[in-house]
């Protein structure tokens, strides 16, 4: 097995799924795919007749995709436009089309206004018709992300830094065990220059993009030679 094969097995067996670019080449940010579609899933959940089903988000053309500025996480999607598709269940009390307008509207507000993922597709199936006046989904609640603690030293800066930034509701260490992991990546200079990428959760009511960009701006600053940072959101608690 490669190593990205290996990385992807763990990836999904951690329940991370694909590790989605948020904003553009520029930002230095992903969330993963199971943060992102409970986000998504809570905002259909307030729509009444309508179970959505599985979501899947992905690169809606690899060849459109872009180089980001600071290296991923291991195996992430590069930063391009994405595709969401997804199956739901509704009653018949409107024309499905007005119905799956009405889905594809709130998913695609939500995947900007609460995220930063940057849809350019959204693919729908209905796969069932509920009975009018059926109970709406119970609402979803995910499992509160486990606190990691980072080490001393210069992980420790960095993620005194980044618990700062308004919006980080905790560092969590899903992807490889640790919320911080700094190393060092080629420069066109002589010295190579080191790397960050740090794992986070971001709290109730704020866009994982914002959170993000903060916080790699301050992890740069708060080590004495401002390293690049990448930040990967592994959850979005609920309001």
């Known amino acids: 097995m490669t190593a990205e094969r290996w990385t992807q097995a763990v990836r999904h067996q951690l329940g991370l799924g694909r590790l989605l670019p ?25 729509l009444r007749d309508v179970r959505l089903g599985p979501v899947r988000i992905g690169l809606a053309d690899p060849e459109d995709a872009d180089e980001p500025v600071v290296p991923p996480p291991p195996s992430a999607l ?13 009653a018949p009390t409107e024309p499905l089309p007005t119905t799956a307008a009405r889905v594809r509207a709130v998913l695609s507000t939500a995947a900007a206004e609460h995220l930063g993922l940057a849809l350019a597709e959204v693919d729908l199936r ?16 995910p499992e509160a992300p486990r ?5 001393d030293g210069d992980e420790g800066r960095a993620a005194a830094a980044a618990l700062e930034v308004a919006g980080v509701a905790c560092l ?20 190579p220059r080191r790397h960050v990428r740090i794992e986070l959760a971001v709290g109730a009511g704020l866009r994982a993009l914002d959170v993000a ?9 708060a080590l004495p030679d401002h390293p690049t940072v990448a930040v990967l959101v592994t959850a979005h608690l609920p309001h």
Request: aromatic residues 2%.
């Open 213 to 221: 960009r903060e916080v790699r701006a301050r992890v740069e600053q």
């Open 147 to 151: 606190p990691a603690e980072a080490g």
């Open 172 to 191: 969590t260490g899903r992807l490889l065990g640790r919320p911080v992991h700094i190393g060092e990546r080629e420069s066109d200079g002589a010295l």
């Open 126 to 141: 209905v796969t069932a018709l509920l009975d009018e006046g059926a109970e709406p989904s119970p609402v979803r609640q």
């Open 22 to 46: 948020l904003g553009g080449p520029s930002d230095g940010a992903w969330i993963s795919e199971d943060a992102a579609g409970a986000v998504l899933r809570r905002s259909v959940d307030e």
């Open 78 to 90: 590069p930063p391009g436009p994405l595709r969401l598709t997804a199956e739901f269940e509704a």
